[in-house]
């Protein structure tokens, strides 16, 4: 009888990171009790839960970077670490009472529509069977690690680590080192890695465009103001949104407006990196934006460690203990990170979500990812996405973006509701549209013109697949309601 019960469902989410455990508490709050999340690991918490490699944590302020909904007073420093990010997410939990909405170690294997029941059909990794009228694709942009096509790579004879798959007992003390790209995970690594490894190569393909990071403690008597004023917390909250907004300009429309910017990076080098010749070689070459801006204090320091080696010429390959540079130098190591980044072209692994006529939603999106307003996608049914096609940002917090969309797909359920509504599919014109749109408004922007080649582009058609190229307020207020002139309804028999 039970069985029965949990195997049909209203709506079925898939991931409980942000997006996933966002949406719970909102379909909650709306007296939607008819949802299940399913997280394929053992814990909620998404990409916090995932990423523990040493010196994780967040680059966007923490009073941001957690749910307006759901404001946590304590945080400790401004930008949290992983851990504290990963117990803020826990909180939500029994903060909100969700604790019998969530199936942790159930990874979703398949997710099919199926046009006779007029329902998304799942099974789990357990080989059991679920059906959902909705289902909720919080998967997360960044998820899929990217492993890189080096020769040689499989024939290394020590031991390897992806960033995102770090092993716990990884030992690193006494060891030879190669971490291999200089991105938002390896800044963050490097310096952990420096301190216990007796060698360090790092090798560096592009350089990247490096901020000092202003990182500071909150103390105990600020934690309680925020406490007994939450309004203030909310202003605070409100000064960071602003502030993380007015970059857009420069990355939309010139450069030139970031010229604040550039030179804070251009005196943070000099004065972090004493050898010129070194400096000269961490100087990025493209427009600040064209790929993401760092934020890190203890990267560039590490150079200065006569144990540590930037590596600029390219990796020609990898042999069971050491990796050969382009210009033949040997290196000779024990241990290799891979800080190499995310699938983020490709976001949904291939055989998981088939919609209308068994299209696979990870074969049919292979020249890049396409949806409208980066939540639906046509041919799919009743299909919502979080963080789907660009809607990531580079200068602001994806938060705002996940609250967006879930704002959006209330309103979906509502008219659904309202209307005697069993499927809504997002038209295919109107899908167009909106990536014409996106297209022309990425035109000239410093993620195509800046000169850099980046993860936010997809590497044969070079589409920004991944970037909303505006303001969040912008992306809210397109969202703000439901559009049902924009959808192929079918009402219920
Ligand atoms: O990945 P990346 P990441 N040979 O793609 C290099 C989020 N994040 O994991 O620049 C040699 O930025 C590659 O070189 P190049 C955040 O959104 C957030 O660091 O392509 N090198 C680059 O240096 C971030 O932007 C936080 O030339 C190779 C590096 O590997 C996103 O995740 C913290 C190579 C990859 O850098 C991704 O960051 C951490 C090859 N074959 C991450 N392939 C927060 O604080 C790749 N590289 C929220």
Redesign the pocket.
């Known amino acids: 009888m039970s069985r029965q019960r949990t195997s049909d469902l209203e709506v079925a989410i898939i991931g409980a990171g942000f997006g996933g455990l966002g949406t719970a508490i909102q379909l909650k709050q709306h007296g939607i009790e008819d949802f299940l999340v399913f997280e394929k690991t053992a814990g909620v918490g998404g990409t916090w839960w995932v990423n523990r490699y040493p010196g994780c944590?967040?680059?966007?302020p923490s009073h941001l970077y957690s749910f307006s909904f759901a404001p946590n007073p304590d945080w400790t420093r401004r930008y949290a670490p992983r851990t504290e990010i990963q117990a803020y997410l826990e909180s939500l939990v029994d903060r909100f009472r969700l604790e019998a909405h969530i199936r942790v170690r159930t990874g979703i294997t398949q997710a099919t529509w199926s046009e006779r029941e007029q329902r998304w059909q799942l099974n789990d990794a357990s080989g059991r069977k679920w059906r959902a009228r909705v289902l909720v694709a919080a998967l997360g942009g960044?998820s899929r690690p990217a492993w890189?096509?080096?020769p040689g790579l499989d024939d290394f004879a020590g031991e390897i680590v992806h960033?995102q798959q770090w092993n716990e007992n990884l030992k690193l003390a006494g060891r030879r080192v190669a971490v291999?790209?200089?991105?938002?995970?390896?800044v963050?690594l490097v310096p952990h890695v420096a301190r216990e490894a007796k060698r360090l190569d790092i090798?560096q393909?592009?350089p990247n465009w490096i901020l000092p990071r202003p990182d500071r403690a909150i103390g105990p008597r600020r934690r309680a103001l925020y406490r007994r004023q939450p309004w203030l917390q909310k202003l605070a909250r409100f000064g960071i949104w602003a502030i993380s907004e007015l970059r857009v300009p420069a990355f939309l429309w010139s450069n030139r407006l970031a010229a604040g910017h550039r030179w804070l990076a251009h005196r943070h080098r000099r004065r972090q990196v004493r050898d010129p010749e070194l400096r000269e070689q961490l100087k990025p070459d493209y427009d600040i934006g064209c790929?993401?801006v760092l934020l890190a204090n203890d990267f560039y320091p590490v150079f200065d460690q006569r144990h540590v080696e930037l590596v600029t010429d390219g990796?020609a390959r990898i042999g069971p203990d050491a990796i050969t540079d382009t210009g033949g130098q040997r290196r000779v190591v024990d241990t290799i990170i891979l800080?190499?980044?995310?699938k983020a072209v490709d976001p949904v692994p291939e055989g998981l979500i088939a919609g209308r006529g068994g299209c696979d939603l990870g074969k049919c999106w292979h020249s890049g990812p396409e949806a409208y307003k980066g939540t639906a996608v046509a041919g799919f049914p009743n299909l919502f996405m979080l963080l789907g096609p660009n809607t990531a940002l580079g200068h602001n917090s994806v938060v705002m973006m996940i609250e967006s969309q879930i704002r959006y797909l209330l309103a979906a359920l509502d008219h659904m509701r309202a209307h005697g509504i069993e499927t809504l599919e997002v038209r295919a014109e109107a899908q167009q549209r909106w990536n014409d749109m996106l297209a022309r408004r990425m035109e000239g922007t410093v993620w195509t013109a800046g000169g850099c080649?980046s993860?936010y582009l997809h590497p044969e058609t070079g589409r920004n697949s991944t970037l909303w190229p505006g303001f969040t307020l912008g992306f809210r207020q397109r969202l703000s309601r439901f559009d049902p002139e924009h959808y192929l309804a079918t009402k219920s028999a």
């Not at 291999?180 to 390896?186: E, F, L, Q, V, Y």
């Open positions: 944590a967040c680059d966007v960044l890189p096509d080096i960033s291999i790209g200089t991105g938002a995970s390896a963050q090798y393909r592009t790929k993401r990796i800080a190499t980044g995310f080649q993860w």
